[in-house]
């Protein structure tokens, strides 16, 4: 079993900054795979970003350029560093957890375990 919790959402103008923290509980986080997807009101989840446990990292087209994923191991913590934030990117970000790898890092239902979710939300 795994538990995520996120933490670090808010209210940010637009062109702004926030770091999301999603900490994992488990002894084995370097094997798994990380994602972050969002879900705005009225529309279905989506996926953002994720890492693997080689390191490797993928990106929605909406992001790229202005989010990354880091992961830090040691602190069995992965982020979503979001830059130049826009009205669009509003939303509740939520972490997601799956051991190994899988063909496709997009697909919410390749998850195993989901956060409780954060909010954010940005103002023009």
């Known amino acids: 079993q795994v538990r995520l919790v996120e933490s670090g959402g808010g209210l940010v103008q637009a062109a702004g900054s926030l770091r999301l923290s999603c900490a994992a509980s488990?002894?084995?986080?370097?094997?798994?795979?990380m994602g972050w997807f969002r879900q705005a009101p009225g529309k279905e989840r989506e996926f953002v970003a994720a890492?693997?446990?080689?390191?490797?990292?993928y990106y929605a087209d909406s992001v790229k350029g202005r989010f990354t994923i880091p992961r830090d191991n040691t602190k069995n913590t992965v982020y979503l560093q979001m830059n130049s934030l826009k009205p669009e990117d509003t939303a509740v970000y939520y972490c997601?957890?799956?051991?190994?790898?899988?063909?496709?890092?997009?697909?919410?239902?390749?998850?195993?375990?989901w956060g409780q979710g954060t909010q954010v939300t940005v103002s023009s």
């Open positions: 997601a957890a799956r051991y190994g790898s899988t063909w496709d890092y997009t697909v919410p239902s390749e998850y195993v375990y």
């Open positions: 488990g002894r084995t986080f370097s094997d798994y795979a």
């Open positions: 890492i693997n446990w080689r390191g490797s990292v």
